[in-house]
Structures are given as structure tokens and as C-alpha cells.
């Protein structure tokens, strides 16, 4: 089971950027589909965006796109979260999650990070 460690969360800024990283265990990292996911209070976790193994495959939830950018370094085990443009609505704890097949439900995810919380003030 690949073990997932994110970091990179914080305060910031309405308009302002932040970098999530994770950090996955194993040797198979590269065989991974990654996928980044956010649950604010009172609510569901939502999906954010995903990536293939070989990065050459991304997805992305509406409300996001065009603001954050999905990528992953396979030679570091580590799969980034680019978000520029925040706004408060962004505010939540985004947990990245690994998936051997090319997914955008929770349910699929069989791995996941402890979470890592972004706040955006207005």
C-alpha cells in the first residue's frame, strides 16, 4: 500500500498562490493514477484533479480550472498541486489520493494523505 504525505497548505490571500506537494512511498509511484481532493467543513469531499501515470493525462473539477495545475515528478515520487487565483471558497483540507486506474470519485481511492489545510481570507 503507497503511503501519501502532503504538504504546502497555509493562509493565504484571496488572488494569492499556493503549492501543495505529495509525497508518495514505494517503487511503483510511476504506475499511480494521483488525484487531489478537497473537503470543506460541513461538506463532502470533492474532487479537485487528477493525473495519469505518465503525467501526460489531467482532469479537472470546473470550479478550478484554469487556476490550478496538476503535475508530478515520477523520478521524486511526488505529485504537485499549482493553485494561483485562490479564492475563499477554495478554503478546505485537500488530501492528495493514488488509484491504479484513471478516476474522479472518492470511492475509487484506495490511498490517501492525512490532509493538508488551505485557508483563503478575503
Known amino acids: 500500500q503507497v503511503q501519501l504525505v502532503e504538504s504546502g497548505g497555509g493562509l493565504v490571500q484571496a488572488g494569492g498562490s499556493l503549492r501543495l506537494s505529495c509525497a508518495a512511498s514505494?517503487?511503483?509511484?510511476?504506475?499511480?493514477?494521483m488525484a487531489w481532493f478537497r473537503q470543506a467543513p460541513g461538506k463532502e469531499r470533492e474532487f479537485v484533479a487528477t493525473?495519469?501515470?505518465?503525467?501526460?493525462?489531467?482532469y479537472y473539477a470546473g470550479s478550478v480550472k484554469g487556476r490550478f495545475t496538476i503535475s508530478r515528478d515520477n523520478a521524486k515520487n511526488t505529485v504537485y498541486l499549482q493553485m494561483n487565483s485562490l479564492k475563499p471558497e477554495d478554503t478546505a483540507v485537500y488530501y492528495c489520493?493514488?488509484?491504479?486506474?484513471?478516476?474522479?470519485?472518492?470511492?475509487?481511492?484506495?490511498?490517501w494523505g492525512q490532509g493538508t489545510q488551505v485557508t483563503v481570507s478575503s
Open positions: 489520493a493514488a488509484n491504479y486506474v484513471f478516476a474522479t470519485t472518492a470511492a475509487a481511492f484506495g490511498a
Open positions: 493525473i495519469n501515470g505518465s503525467g501526460a493525462g489531467t
Open positions: 514505494g517503487r511503483t509511484f510511476s504506475r499511480y493514477t
